[in-house]
């Protein structure tokens, strides 16, 4: 673990130094679906705090045992709209928001006690109708509704393209995506949550401020 940790970082730096990007722009999110929680605990002891989970009733159970933890929740699996009382109260961060509906039951949702949810839009950059996620196409309508719900604070988009081994190849819907971002104007979408163990140096060339590693820190699931 400690061994992956340390590589994983390396490979961020160094991918952050050869796109010129300043240092501790790319944060890592730990990606600890299947996982226990005593791998979670194992990396937070060697100082991570960023972990994302993908099923909700797993990341519910996780949370309650690492409930000492000062650990930061990002959501960044598929939504099921009864689901989002629960994502609502539980996370600090949903990247895989992909229409109005979830965004406003999030927004009606969270609780008062807490700040505004943080959430990405998930963008569906392959074009492929099996995925989620809005089309880039409507993605300026889906920003302008999302931002303006009170208890959302909108950061950024989240994509999951197509795996890809080609390493141009790999950087193109990342690009496209980044600058129909950028053309809609908004300095507060600052968030792009781009890249997972294969893609990581792509998507950091490619404006990735937060990269969701799973596999390259924890190991094959099964
Ligand atoms: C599982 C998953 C990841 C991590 O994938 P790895 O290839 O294991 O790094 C990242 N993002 C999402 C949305 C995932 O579901």
Request: proline share 6%.
């Amino acid at each position: 673990m400690v061994e992956r940790f340390q590589h994983i970082q390396s490979q961020i730096r160094h991918a952050t130094g050869i796109a010129s990007r300043p240092r501790g722009s790319v944060q890592l999110l730990a990606v600890s679906k299947t996982k226990p929680a005593s791998d979670i605990a194992a990396l937070y002891r060697l100082g991570q705090r960023h972990f994302a989970e993908n099923y909700l009733q797993e990341a519910l159970l996780k949370q309650q045992q690492l409930a000492a933890f000062n650990i930061t929740w990002h959501f960044i699996g598929p939504i099921q709209s009864n689901k989002t009382k629960p994502l609502a109260s539980h996370f600090d961060w949903v990247h895989s928001v992909d229409r109005l509906k979830i965004a406003q039951r999030l927004s009606e949702q969270r609780p008062d006690y807490l700040p505004p949810l943080n959430i990405c839009l998930q963008v569906n950059i392959s074009e492929e109708s099996s995925k989620s996620g809005v089309s880039i196409g409507k993605l300026p309508d889906l920003v302008a509704a999302v931002s303006a719900l009170p208890r959302i604070r909108l950061r950024g988009v989240m994509a999951i393209p197509e795996p890809e081994s080609n390493y141009a190849k790999q950087r193109q819907p990342y690009r496209q995506l980044y600058l129909a971002v950028q053309q809609l104007n908004r300095p507060e979408l600052d968030s792009f949550s781009f890249g997972m163990s294969g893609d990581l140096k792509a998507a950091i060339m490619e404006g990735a401020s937060m990269v969701r590693v799973g596999t390259a820190l924890f190991g094959k699931r099964l």
